[in-house]
């Protein structure tokens, strides 16, 4: 039950997210990559379906989009690596 709903969660930050950085408007040049690899990373989460999906726990299609979320939140994590050069320090 834990792991669906750190997928509901992550399906519902990703959409957040996603509206938030769509919402800052254009990046800098030389930001434009990596907002837009962000943003592709950031899609599969933010269009799954588990809230809805996952109102019954046991069914496939829950456990198919936990799966998804599995999966593209690896790339996330790989794409969010890419930001630590643009850091701010305490």
Do not use: F
């Not at 930001?31 to 990373?41: C, G, I, R, S, Y």
């Not at 588990?50 to 299609?61: F, H, K, W, Y």
């Amino acid at each position: 039950m834990g792991c669906i709903k750190n997928a509901q969660d992550a399906a519902n930050r990703a959409r957040s997210a996603t509206s938030a950085i769509v919402a800052l408007g254009s990046p800098p040049p030389e930001l434009t990559v990596l907002v837009a690899d962000t943003l592709h990373a950031l899609a599969p989460l933010s269009k799954s379906n588990a809230p809805a999906l996952c109102q019954d726990a046991t069914s496939d299609p829950c456990a198919k989009a936990v799966d998804q979320i599995d999966e593209a939140a690896s790339t996330l994590v790989e794409v969010l690596d890419r930001w630590a050069p643009y850091e701010r320090t305490k």
